[in-house]
């Protein structure tokens, strides 16, 4: 995992005296943002409501916590008028490499001096977030709980990275059922904020989309108490499958693969998975539609096999990549399909060749973006007249395929000697 810096702290010097004089605080709320004016208003507002709804007795911070922005966002936050008793707002810009986990970094530490009890947090681009879902992930991590995750209701094309690889590895590896590990809103305890801020990540990639995958495995691998909350729909900035999510899927997948190296025995150990608790009722209304284009996705894939093909025929199954072969010389989009045990085939063979490699696994890992393209599509087809509980039922049935191949895994791990 790459380096590009060492950084003592994410805190810079303003916004550590204005903790310092706070002195203490029961909640703390992060809020990472980037270019986040149209919509952070609403998310502190919310935040805020939430914490004097339903802990109107306890002391609480909402740390906005930026990257830099160059448009209004922190002008925006900053303007947000806190007129709720024993509620202080922080609008900071974090130091540390770009990324969201450097934003995680800086209100970890601001948890950690004011002696926090519980940390939620919450994307600053957030459309459906309401006051109950403060409550929903908070009162958990107060009765006893180290980590929560969301539990969302997501428009059945949203999140495709973790609908075709995060959600069914952490799954399957690690034994726990978290259905959105990626999912951006979390809930820590004081125990866990600490426990993260003494591992030595925050120089590396994990520092930035990588942290919320980080932050579930950690979990996971840490033994800490963890649980779902139900949030309702999560309704965002829309993520169109077709979208470049190029940098999101090598920092988010790159983390995944980086951390099966480092975890293998544990990934050993793991003999069933586990369903974590759900607390809380869904609030909002219902996850929107959106369009989504199939054909620059099946483009990409075809344009990846002329490109790659041969990197492809080194690292897959040969089986499967006549399958591929068929898929890119096909002209038909009725009939696109990449298997489902093809492509966990394709994802196991790959994250052992990426914790072999060395020097090159990042370029690997480029040459997987199109199969992850190709398998996109093929859920579009799929789904496409599928309602939100049928496509569940999909995923769900997806999730078991990798799991009754995990084994596949596994030994080519325990032949990797130098994973």
Same mark, same amino acid.
Not at 71 to 98: C, K, W
Not at 134 to 160: C, E, H, M, Q, W
Not at 243 to 253: I, S
Not at 378 to 389: G, P, Q, R
């Given at each position: 995992?790459?380096?590009?810096?060492?950084?003592?702290?994410?805190?810079?010097?303003? +916004?550590?005296?204005?903790?310092?004089?706070?002195?203490?605080?029961?909640?703390?709320?992060?809020?990472?943002?980037?270019?986040?004016?149209?919509?952070? /208003?609403?998310?502190?507002?919310?935040?805020?409501?939430?914490?004097?709804?339903?802990?109107?007795?306890?002391?609480? #911070?909402?740390?906005?916590?930026?990257?830099?922005?160059?448009?209004?966002?922190?002008?925006?936050?900053?303007?947000?008028?806190?007129?709720?008793? $024993?509620?202080?707002?922080?609008?900071?810009?974090?130091?540390?490499?770009?990324?969201?986990?450097?934003?995680?970094?800086?209100?970890?530490?601001?948890? !950690?001096?004011?002696?926090?009890? +519980?940390?939620? #947090?919450? /994307?600053?681009?957030?459309?459906?977030?309401?006051?109950?879902?403060?409550?929903?992930?908070?009162?958990?991590?107060? $009765?006893?709980?180290?980590?929560?995750?969301?539990?969302?209701?997501?428009?059945?094309? /949203?999140?495709? =990275?973790?609908?075709?690889?995060?959600?069914?590895?952490?799954?399957?590896? @690690?034994?726990?059922?978290?259905?959105?590990?990626?999912?951006?809103?979390?809930?820590?305890?004081?125990?866990?904020?600490?426990?993260?801020?003494?591992?030595?990540?925050?120089?590396?990639?994990?520092?930035?989309?990588?942290?919320?995958?980080?932050?579930?495995?950690?979990?996971?691998?840490?033994?800490?108490?963890?649980?779902?909350?139900?949030?309702?729909?999560? =309704?965002?900035?829309?993520?169109?499958?077709?979208?470049?999510?190029?940098?999101?899927?090598?920092?988010?997948?790159?983390?995944?693969?980086?951390? #099966?190296?480092? $975890? !293998?025995?544990? #990934?050993?150990?793991?003999?069933?998975?586990?369903?974590?608790? =759900?607390?809380?009722? +869904?609030?909002?209304?219902?996850?929107?539609?959106?369009?989504?284009?199939?054909?620059?996705?099946?483009?990409?894939?075809?344009?990846?096999?002329?490109?790659?093909?041969?990197?492809?025929? $080194? =690292?897959?199954?040969?089986?499967?990549?006549?399958?591929?072969?068929?898929?890119?010389?096909?002209?038909?989009?009725?009939?696109?399909?990449?298997?489902?045990?093809?492509?966990?085939?394709?994802?196991?063979?790959?994250?052992?060749?990426?914790?072999?490699?060395?020097?090159?696994?990042?370029?690997?890992?480029?040459?997987?973006?199109?199969?992850?393209?190709?398998?996109?599509?093929?859920?579009?087809?799929?789904?496409?007249?599928?309602?939100?509980?049928?496509?569940?039922?999909?995923?769900?049935?997806?999730?078991?395929?990798?799991?009754?191949?995990?084994? @596949?895994?596994?030994?080519?791990?325990?032949?990797?000697?130098?994973?």
């Amino acid at each position: 995992m790459s380096r590009t810096g060492r950084f003592s702290t994410a805190m810079r010097d303003y +916004a550590r005296r204005q903790i310092e004089q706070l002195g203490n605080a029961d909640i703390v709320v992060g809020i990472p943002s980037y270019y986040s004016d149209e919509s952070l /208003d609403h998310v502190i507002r919310m935040v805020a409501e939430g914490l004097d709804h339903f802990y109107p007795e306890k002391r609480s #911070l909402i740390i906005v916590a930026d990257g830099g922005s160059t448009d209004d966002t922190r002008e925006v936050a900053q303007s947000v008028d806190n007129h709720h008793f $024993n509620m202080d707002i922080l609008v900071t810009i974090y130091r540390g490499i770009p990324g969201k986990g450097s934003a995680f970094r800086a209100i970890f530490e601001a948890a !950690k001096y004011l002696q926090a009890s +519980a940390v939620g #947090l919450f /994307d600053s681009d957030l459309k459906s977030i309401k006051p109950g879902w403060v409550r929903n992930i908070i009162d958990p991590v107060l $009765n006893g709980y180290d980590f929560v995750a969301p539990d969302y209701s997501r428009y059945k094309f /949203d999140g495709t =990275i973790t609908n075709t690889i995060a959600y069914n590895l952490t799954r399957a590896l @690690y034994g726990v059922n978290i259905r959105q590990p990626i999912g951006g809103d979390f809930g820590m305890s004081r125990v866990m904020v600490n426990h993260c801020l003494d591992q030595d990540v925050w120089d590396t990639d994990i520092a930035k989309f990588g942290v919320d995958i980080w932050l579930t495995i950690t979990a996971i691998t840490g033994g800490f108490r963890i649980c779902q909350a139900k949030l309702g729909a999560k =309704i965002h900035g829309e993520k169109d499958p077709a979208a470049d999510l190029g940098p999101m899927f090598r920092e988010v997948v790159g983390t995944i693969f980086t951390l #099966l190296g480092k $975890n !293998k025995t544990y #990934l050993e150990k793991v003999k069933e998975t586990i369903n974590t608790p =759900i607390f809380g009722e +869904a609030i909002g209304e219902e996850p929107e539609a959106f369009e989504v284009n199939l054909e620059p996705l099946v483009q990409y894939f075809r344009i990846g096999f002329k490109n790659f093909g041969s990197v492809w025929a $080194n =690292i897959i199954e040969e089986k499967d990549y006549i399958t591929i072969k068929k898929l890119a010389k096909s002209r038909s989009l009725k009939k696109f399909n990449l298997p489902t045990e093809t492509w966990v085939r394709i994802v196991y063979r790959y994250a052992e060749h990426f914790c072999r490699a060395e020097r090159q696994r990042f370029k690997i890992l480029d040459t997987l973006i199109p199969l992850y393209n190709a398998r996109v599509a093929s859920l579009i087809m799929i789904l496409m007249e599928k309602n939100h509980a049928e496509a569940e039922e999909f995923y769900d049935g997806q999730a078991q395929v990798f799991e009754s191949m995990r084994n @596949y895994l596994i030994e080519l791990l325990k032949n990797n000697k130098d994973s």
